[in-house]
């Protein structure tokens, strides 16, 4: 049996109905920019891997001391014992995080760090003696897929049998030009109830809602309405986090800064599954007590993991590094050439670029799983380049190194799907 068939043996894949998608190719190596199938055949990894490997697949200065850490502690308790990667992965970050953040929170994933940062929430009132119970949330917003996380999220179709069983939530649409007025006025009536305890948003861009983005100065207002209101304000950065938008952090494009932030995809540079969990020191002070159950009783099996760390912190050294730094302002600038060339395009609606971040939307109608989509995404895979279009808008988010000539094919293939439809 080949691998294909050794794979549906057993295998139960994420966000895929088997009986349509039996099929899954087998990648047998990685480096750099490239992902490697079991015939040799090479693809362009276009979305980095689920924004996680931007220095590139398997890059040496992530590789070698991950290998030397697993020759000296590969894993340890995190509850009682702590240890050095942590706790210099710990220093590293908060000297580039927003200044109000004091204390780090590990987990194991995106969606962990959400649920992580809800209950720290929702404990944060209930230790203070207060009645806060509900939480605002942007529509079309993607959190996660546990249950906290799938709550504050909006994208039902995925949500439907577990409606029943979610956490009460206040949507609020995403902010433009034509509905802020509006949205304020109601963003400050459910903030007036004051039930609310937090208020969560991915910054800038949401990822999932097929990289929609919105302007800071709209977030800015939000942000400073929620904490005038005594509401925590929670930025998952999930995936915009560690240089996406061209800054460290999307934070950084407000003045307002959040009091919580969560942190996974690219923060182990795609070598390990980690997250953060990081707020204010006000946030963690509500916990800090004489009494036990003031504490925040979350933890997770690997939470901190060592190998996870070290990988973390040869990450940070490179996004630090000028190279990196000048990768990024770079791809940024090539984006923004080619989305003037693209968006006169007949069969392009909509154009946008954030950071590293370049969306198209097509002029035309389609499901987000629907056939056209599958055309795209075989003729995409055929081309060499590896992109998952999300209903009508194909985008990439290339990882750091990637040369010119391998932006510039990707660039190529998008244009030439454009005959396809
Ligand atoms: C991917 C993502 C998550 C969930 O992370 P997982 O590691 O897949 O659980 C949460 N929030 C945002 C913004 C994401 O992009």
Same mark, same amino acid.
């Given at each position: ?45 276009? @979305? ?92 079309? &917003? +993607?959190?996660?897929?546990? +249950? ?48 609310? &305890?937090? +208020? ?127 990768? @990024? ?50 003729? +995409? ?12 808008? @194909? ?25 396809? @439809?």
């Amino acid at each position: 049996m080949n691998f294909r068939e050794r794979d549906q043996k057993h295998l139960w894949h994420p966000l895929t109905q088997h009986k349509l998608h039996p099929d899954h190719l087998p990648i047998v190596k990685a480096k750099g920019v490239w992902l490697y199938d079991e015939d040799g055949k090479q693809y362009i990894d276009g @979305i980095s891997s689920w924004y996680t490997c931007m220095y590139g697949h398997c890059h040496p200065q992530i590789i070698s001391p991950v290998k030397k850490q697993l020759e000296v502690l590969d894993q340890v308790v995190f509850s009682g014992f702590t240890h050095p990667p942590a706790i210099e992965l710990s220093e590293k970050l908060m000297a580039i995080l927003p200044s109000k953040m004091a204390k780090i929170f590990f987990s194991d994933n995106g969606s962990t760090s959400v649920d992580v940062a809800i209950k720290m929430s929702l404990q944060y009132y209930f230790n203070r003696g207060e009645k806060r119970k509900r939480i605002i949330a942007f529509d079309n &917003a +993607f959190h996660g897929d546990t +249950f906290g996380a799938m709550s504050v999220s909006g994208l039902s179709v995925y949500n439907g049998p577990f409606e029943d069983f979610l956490l009460t939530v206040d949507r609020l649409e995403v902010p433009d030009e034509n509905n802020i007025t509006a949205l304020l006025k109601k963003f400050k009536a459910m903030l007036d109830t004051g039930e609310v &305890a937090a +208020f969560i948003y991915e910054p800038l861009v949401q990822g999932a809602a097929a990289m929609h983005m919105y302007r800071p100065d709209h977030l800015e207002m939000l942000l400073r309405m929620a904490q005038d209101a005594g509401v925590l304000t929670i930025a998952d950065e999930v995936m915009t986090g560690f240089g996406k938008t061209g800054k460290n952090f999307a934070s950084e494009y407000m003045i307002s800064q959040p009091d919580v932030i969560c942190l996974s995809k690219s923060l182990t540079a795609g070598v390990a599954p980690m997250a953060l969990t990081c707020c204010s020191q006000k946030v963690y002070e509500a916990f800090y007590d004489d009494e036990i159950s003031k504490g925040f009783f979350h933890g997770h099996t690997y939470s901190a993991n060592p190998l996870a760390c070290t990988a973390a912190i040869a990450g940070l050294d490179l996004l630090r590094s000028d190279e990196i730094q000048t990768a @990024i302002k770079n791809i940024h600038k090539r984006h923004l050439k080619f989305e003037q060339y693209i968006k006169t395009h007949s069969k392009v609606k909509q154009t946008r670029v954030t950071g590293v971040i370049l969306a198209l939307d097509l002029d035309v109608k389609m499901d987000r799983y629907g056939k056209l989509r599958d055309e795209l995404y075989a003729f +995409f895979m055929e081309q060499g380049v590896f992109l998952r279009p999300l209903g009508n808008t @194909i985008y990439t988010l290339p990882p750091f190194v990637i040369s010119n000539s391998e932006l510039n094919r990707i660039y190529e293939v998008m244009e030439k799907s454009l005959e396809l @439809i």
